[in-house]
């Protein structure tokens, strides 16, 4: 790749732009998401009662006491987190579909793209594990027992130690999502990361600063619920859930947002 070309790309690629487009494109289509999140939120809501995992029970605090928390096996628990991360996937796939690629949203659609909902579901997967990939090298270092061959061990070590480096690898790619997502099948990789060489220290910076803003979220609404007081736990739990479950649909279309702009920088 000529030097021409890269600093083409970076030009291109506006850190400024990757983080406040994602938000303009929240503010255009706000509607939108009131009305979609309160269908999802409802469905998560209930599915929370239904396994026993509602708010409270999940992040405890004087008031879990007072509530009929359900101590069920791991796999329970497994499972329930897999039905809320499938409707997840499931809205974003449509928040991507009619905010920001303006297809329409009905029964006939619903059911044409009842495959892609599935794929989608998969592909996400696969985003999540490979971006988990740090946190299981961790776990594989820091449990494993030292093997006393010198070499063995270095290559244990060295090939447990290449899931530290996948995620920033994965945020080249972060734009290929966007269309895999909305069943536009495999972008050319080979495009997308020539159109990103010279980008990488902008595009770490910028999904730092979005991950960043939405750690924040997280524990300010966390801090914010756990710190209160109600006399009625029981209608104070289901406001919480209620308000946990807006605020992760929140930030699952802030993250659409932000890959679809990505896409839309490093997709040309």
Known sequence: ??????????????????????????????????????????????????FGKTYFCAFPNPLTNALSCDISPLYIYLIYLLCKIILMVFFMQIWLGTALEKQLLNKENILNNRYLYLKSVGW????????SLPVISGLLLLFRVPNPVWQIELIYFTVVSIGFIVPFIMMRIYAVFADLLNAKGFVNLKKVWKNTAGCGLKIVFSVAVFFFGVLLLFLIMQSALNNSTAPYPEIYNLLAEIIFNFVMLFICALFINFIKVQNEMLVR
Do not use: D, G
Not at 1 to 25: A, F
Not at 124 to 131: H, M
């Open 1 to 50: 790749m000529t030097e021409q070309e890269i600093k083409e790309n970076i030009k291109t690629y506006s850190v400024i732009k990757s983080i406040i487009r994602p938000l303009w494109y929240m503010s255009e289509n706000i509607n939108m998401f009131i009305k979609l999140s309160s269908v999802f939120v409802v469905l998560l809501t209930i599915l929370a009662y239904l």
């Open 124 to 131: 996400f997967f696969i985003f999540l594990i490979l971006n």
